[in-house]
């Protein structure tokens, strides 16, 4: 079907209640009976991962399988920001002075309105980090530090795939969402972003009780007592679907990434400049 005619379909039907009930199938049982079309269909590296496909009870549980340990090795350079999701870079480069992206990033949304209303980040760093059907859908964390606040923002379930979000205006900063914080020495204030996306029925972090896309309430947190965060710790995970975004202050490091590029968990893809 043309992305534009999914684009348009989707405007006019119930996006959230199609993503919860696409989540209730998904964790009901007899859908592990499409586990094997879906490995095939969209290409999952099945040498990757633990067990067999019969060993997973539902979609859900093998959209979030564990990788075999060992495959995805963290970079130990003191300088690095590693990728936190296996993903394709979709887009990366400096925030303008208004919060905006800069015209050459090919999509735009207001960052402060992204992470719930931080205006530090004007002027920074972004990378969006695209998650496919195929990929491996825990999230981790890129760099050391403590993780001091959280923040959910119910939003829409639009599709993030390009030809969404060239048609609807700051789709990333629109759609629902879970931002974690990460202090750190080196990089001042890491900001991941958890964006949901049609069929995205649940998002779930390790640092909060929070489920995405169940009583749609807004909620934040400032931990009083900060939660360390060690970089390749797994963060969270999406329970079908979508995207990373990794905002960052002004000055704090230079990407290392080539748009259109495959990433892996671990790998470095920025070095912070107040890291050596």
Known sequence: MNDALIVSLLSIVPKSLGSKLQGVVGRSGLSRHIIRWYADRYGVNTDEMVGTLDDYPSLQEFFVRPLKPGLRPIDPGVDSLVSPADSRVYAFGQ???DGHLPPD???DFDVVKLVGGDPRYKGGQFAVLYLSPKDYHRVHHPVDGHVTRWHYLPGNFWPVFEAATKEIEGLFAVNERLTV?????????VAVVL???YGVGRMTCEHCDVVTNTDGQERSEDLSIPQPA???QELGRFNLGSTVILVTEP???EW??????????GQRIARILGGA
């Open 95 to 97: 925030v303008q002075d």
């Open 105 to 107: 990033a090919g999509l």
């Open 181 to 189: 914080f990460v202090d750190t020495q080196s990089a001042g204030r």
């Open 195 to 197: 964006v949901a996306a």
């Open 230 to 232: 060690q970089r390749g």
């Open 251 to 253: 000055g704090a490091l």
């Open 256 to 265: 290392e990434l080539t748009r259109d590029d495959d990433v892996k968990v």
